[in-house]
């Protein structure tokens, strides 16, 4: 999985028929040298307008891919196949366009094993959000959990897994990380706001907030989803304050947007995955909106940084099996929708 922070790749093994999870392998994260990293922002910026054949755009996927390759590699662990979800650079699902480069017979044929990929087309097709994708394995993998319970995932956007007796609801909830992350790239030349740091420094500004939101994302019903850069005009508001109050600020619209989702009922608690769960500013902020316990996902034995590649891995099981990957009520699709394609490591994907 590489998800919107742009910051790696992550490599899990998962043990799964694509309904039940048996066991859980190993995991690491292979980050992007600076250059990939670089020309994967520069693609994500000009996805609107960008050409199939573009040169960068062709070059940058086959180095992504072969990054990916080096991750399977570095895992050095036997398996029957991969899930590859690409990375996105474009998400329009109100224009039925969802955009994942990545090249799985590259992939296949690299490693040698079948690759599933495409998760989100069929979806998106057929009147979908085409994302969040995961609920249905944060469903599988909390069994046994107190319900109802509420899964949030803080990558470069954040979603929300709410999982009920015998339902299951998901949306974007906003902004995760890609705002604090983009400041902060600008601002100190880091690539995120480390520890939470500079953010608990500060001071968020109420004002700035209720602008924030009053962006009109909030006042639709779930199912929804974002594409990276749908709050990017947040960041001028941001720029007259100091740096501190500035991520202040944006800690806590990422905390604000995800206490402004419709869900059925208070979960009995939050469990927290992806890379916001590592700052403790945006932790602090989630808290202060919540009357039940936000914990990491750690609390009940999960590894939230590699939450996102198992998924990925669960789905391929579910891709292989011609099990839906999404349901009416995670992104809005009219019935439980089938998807994903599979290439193999000596024939062209199908």
Known sequence: MSGTSLDGV???????????????????????????????????????????????????????????AAAVRALAVPADMIG???????????????????????????????????????DVAAGGQGAPLVPLFHQALAMGLERPLAVLNIGGVANLTWIGAGNLIAC?????????????????????????????AG???????????AHPFFARPAPKSLDRQDFATALPLVESLAPSDATATLAAFTARAVAATPWPAQPSR?????????NPAIMTALRQVFACPVE??????????????????????????????????????????????LASPDLHPN
């Not at 983009?182 to 740091?197: F, I, N, S």
């Not at 939450?307 to 099990?323: K, N, P």
């Open 172 to 200: 974007d909830t906003g902004p995760g990380n890609a705002l604090l992350d983009d400041y902060c790239l600008r601002h100190t030349g880091e690539a995120m706001d480390r520890d939470g740091r500079l953010a608990a």
């Open 10 to 68: 992550d490599a899990a093994l998962l043990e799964t028929d694509g309904e039940t999870i048996t066991a859980i392998g190993p995991a690491l994260t292979l980050p992007y040298p600076a250059h990939l990293r670089a020309a994967l922002r520069d693609l994500l910026d000009r996805a609107p307008v960008l050409a199939v054949d573009d040169f960068a755009l062709l070059a940058t996927t086959r180095d992504m891919t072969l990054h990916h």
């Open 270 to 278: 939050l469990l927290v995955t992806g890379g916001g769960r590592h």
């Open 203 to 213: 001071t968020a500004d109420e004002a700035i907030l209720a602008q924030l939101l």
């Open 296 to 341: 990491p996902v750690e609390s009940v034995g999960w590894d939230g940084d590699a939450l996102e590649a198992q998924c990925f891995a669960y789905l391929a099981a579910r891709v292989q099996r011609g099990l839906p990957l999404s349901e009416p009520g995670t992104t809005g699709v009219p019935k439980p929708m089938t998807g994903g394609r």
């Open 84 to 122: 590859f979800h690409g990375q996105t650079i474009l998400h329009r699902p109100e224009a039925a366009v969802t955009w994942q480069i990545g090249d799985a017979a590259l992939l296949a044929r690299e490693t040698g094993l079948p690759v599933a990929w495409d998760f989100r087309s069929a």
